[in-house]
């Protein structure tokens, strides 16, 4: 199975996203230790989601874990990222076909414990 280390991720403040995890878009993952972060507390961070287009995404996303994921790609203004940003519905299989998906949301930034094998055992730690 995988392990991200520590991650940040930028989590919807209200939605009706209905995933098993913790809906989220990953700024950054594979993070051994916690990293200092300058951000605007309570900044928010409008996403832009191309819902249209749910897609399986290419293993090498997640480096040398074989991990099948779906979702959608998105778009996020304010934020430049070395990575296309992707909002992941489902992990392993594709349960994503009743997910109702808004045209945009709006998140927060977290720093994330992803260290588990098990994407329900993820933890929100600190809110930036």
């Keep these: 199975m995988f392990n991200f280390g520590y991650s940040l991720w930028l989590v919807p403040t209200k939605h009706n996203i209905n995933t098993v995890h913790i809906p989220h878009i990953t700024v950054a993952t594979h993070i ?21 287009n749910i897609v399986k ?3 090498s996303i997640y480096k040398d874990e074989h991990v099948d994921s779906y979702g959608v790609y998105c778009k996020i203004d304010t934020l430049d990222l070395p990575h296309e940003p992707h909002l992941t519905l489902s992990y392993n299989t594709p ?3 009743y997910i109702k998906l808004p045209n945009e949301i709006y998140c927060h930034l977290y ?8 994407p ?9």
């Design 32 to 52: 051994d230790s916690i990293p200092q972060v300058s951000a605007d507390q309570d900044r928010l961070y409008k996403v832009n989601l191309y819902k249209e």
């Design 57 to 59: 995404f290419p293993t």
């Design 95 to 97: 349960d994503y076909k």
């Design 111 to 118: 720093l994330v414990n992803t260290f588990d094998q098990d």
């Design 120 to 128: 329900l055992n993820w933890k929100l730690v600190k809110k930036y």
